[in-house]
């Protein structure tokens, strides 16, 4: 229902803050094409998210960092 109501579409770029285990993000990469950024503070969130997005072969369009929102860069 988020993907929807956001209009995603493939092509788009999706930020995903506070993605957690990275749910939201393989959903809107494997679904709608997007290029999706996934954060969180938690390194065993990130990990097993990456795994998932490994499994899933996302990885050339989906990534999951250890990062602040505070200290993304443009």
Do not use: N
């Not at 995603?8 to 999706?36: M, P």
């Not at 938690?42 to 200290?71: H, T």
Request: aromatic share 6%; with cysteine.
């Amino acid at each position: 229902m988020i993907c929807r109501k956001l209009r995603l579409s493939e092509g788009d770029r999706f930020l995903d803050i506070g993605c957690g285990w990275g749910g939201l993000l393989r959903h809107a990469a494997k679904h709608y094409g997007v290029t999706a950024l996934g954060i969180t503070l938690s390194p065993s969130q990130a990990e097993e998210a990456r795994a998932w997005l490994q499994a899933d072969g996302l990885s050339d369009r989906a990534r999951v960092e250890i990062v602040d929102y505070q200290d993304l860069e443009g």
